[in-house]
């Protein structure tokens, strides 16, 4: 079966770079995703990345995966206040499997 | 852009009633999953739909849910006879290959 997870909570100093880490098990996944959920709101899709790919860069956020390691994070740059929210990790065997979310609190 | 919509926003139902919940999913999707998130859990996999049928489900999706593509452009979540533990967050996601799912805004489920 699959399992994801992650830590659950990192606070950051706004400016400062977040750091989020997510390990998984299932090795056929072809998709590995990060989304943000804000209070109250739905689920967005931040990025994704392919299983063959080592990195991903998107304005402020770099996706960093390591197959062999089955881990997986996302840097978020010059972290803001609109940056509080939590993170899910998930990976694609088709359907999605969530890890249980990263609550990040940015400070000022 | 487009996106999924879902209705209602809110819904609040005694035990035991009936409830539908309806998504819209991007008019060119062939995939639709329900997912669900009981406050301060993680994102749990419901179900999942194609090709007029049902393709997968999680062992939550017990006999007293189901889901229905009734027409061209709904899909909809029937839960039987609710519980109390169905008070949820419901999402309705839909995508166009097995790739990317995109997310609705959720229905929130508060059954008394």
């Known amino acids: 079966g699959e399992d994801v997870e992650q830590s659950l909570f990192l606070s950051v100093r706004e400016g400062d770079s977040s750091v989020i880490n997510c390990t998984y098990t299932d090795s056929?996944?072809?998709?590995?995703y990060w989304y943000k959920q804000e209070p109250g709101a739905g689920l967005q899709l931040l990025t994704y990345i392919f299983s063959n790919m080592d990195m991903k860069q998107d304005q402020r956020l770099t996706v960093?995966?390591?197959?062999?390691?089955?881990?997986?994070?996302?840097r978020i740059a010059d972290t803001q206040t609109g940056d509080s929210a939590i993170y899910f990790c998930a990976e694609n065997d088709y359907k999605l499997s969530f890890g249980a979310g990263t609550t990040v609190t940015v400070r000022a | 852009e487009p996106e999924v919509?879902?209705?209602?926003?809110?819904?609040?139902?005694?035990?035991?009633?009936?409830?539908?919940?309806?998504?819209?999913?991007?008019?060119?999707?062939?995939?639709?999953?329900?997912?669900?998130?009981?406050?301060?859990?993680?994102v749990e996999f419901l179900v999942s739909f194609y090709n007029n049928e049902i393709s997968e489900k999680s062992e939550i999706?017990?006999?007293?849910?189901?889901?229905?593509?009734?027409?061209?452009s709904n899909?909809?979540?029937?839960?039987?006879s609710t519980k109390l533990e169905d008070s949820a967050m419901y999402f309705c996601a839909s995508s166009k290959d097995r790739g990317e799912l995109f997310f609705g805004e959720g229905s929130r489920l508060t059954v008394l």
């Open chain 2, 75 to 80: 899909f909809t979540l029937k839960i039987r």
């Open chain 2, 61 to 72: 999706f017990d006999d007293q849910f189901s889901v229905e593509r009734p027409d061209g």
């Open chain 1, 28 to 32: 056929s996944s072809t998709y590995l």
């Open chain 1, 64 to 74: 960093l995966l390591n197959k062999k390691d089955k881990h997986l994070s996302l």
């Open chain 2, 5 to 42: 919509t879902q209705t209602p926003s809110h819904q609040v139902t005694q035990m035991g009633q009936e409830v539908i919940l309806r998504c819209v999913p991007i008019s060119n999707h062939l995939y639709f999953y329900w997912y669900r998130q009981i406050l301060g859990q993680k």
